[in-house]
């Protein structure tokens, strides 16, 4: 489980196509503290540690996770945002995250508010999953609270340290991201459904 508080970032240095998988190999700071096995967010989609050698580590994505997310577009030389997993003894200081990601989204505005940042976010509603206002939403691994929810879309706002400690602020318009959406709202979605 994770909350979404991004702790690092990593940087992509090689691809390799194995089968229908992808495995990545990856730069970062905290690559020296990783285990083998080890749970790891990358840009919201849980992934485990497979390999590690000095600064560097690999993971590997199933085909099933290369078409759900956005990780099969990635290019070398991007930066990823990373979580750990949340410590039985950690504070939870975003909101219930899986890194299982429901579906990509598109950005579709950046309005620069002396400051701060509003991200607007577009999505394909068919398959069912829903914001709703002040609520939760994971975008690139990244806990955020939802305003103008639409359908379809939804805005957030970025503080500085945000825009500049993930890789949000790096985003241009018509970027895909991997959306997680709030766990609880799939169930009560869920429940909802099964009532109607």
């Given amino acids: 489980m994770f909350t979404g508080i991004v702790e690092n970032q990593a940087k992509l240095i090689n691809i390799s196509q194995k089968g229908s998988n992808k495995t990545f190999t990856l730069e970062s700071s905290i690559a020296n503290e990783l285990k ?3 749970s790891i967010s990358h840009n919201g989609v849980c992934l485990t540690v497979e390999k590690t050698s000095g600064a560097s580590y690999e993971v590997t994505a199933i085909e099933e996770t290369l078409l759900k997310t956005n990780l099969g577009e990635l290019k070398i030389g991007v930066t990823l945002n990373l979580e750990r997993c949340l410590a039985a003894n950690g504070r939870f200081d975003g909101h ?3 890194g299982h990601v429901d579906q ?6 950046v309005e620069n508010k002396d400051g701060s940042y509003i991200l607007t976010f577009s999505y394909e509603a068919s398959t069912g999953n829903i914001t709703v206002e002040k609520g939760s939403i994971c975008i690139n691994g990244v806990s955020l609270t939802v ?3 639409t359908d379809n879309s939804f805005s957030v706002a970025l503080i500085p340290y945000t825009w ?3 890789n949000l602020g ?3 318009v018509g970027d895909s991201v991997n959306l997680e959406f709030d766990i609880l709202g ?3 979605q869920k429940i909802l459904s099964k009532t109607a």
């Fill in 170 to 172: 790096q985003l241009t």
């Fill in 36 to 38: 083998i096995d080890q």
């Fill in 186 to 188: 799939k169930y009560m």
């Fill in 164 to 166: 500049d400690h993930t």
């Fill in 96 to 98: 219930i995250v899986q």
């Fill in 104 to 109: 990509t989204g598109k950005l579709v505005s």
């Fill in 147 to 149: 305003f103008n929810s």
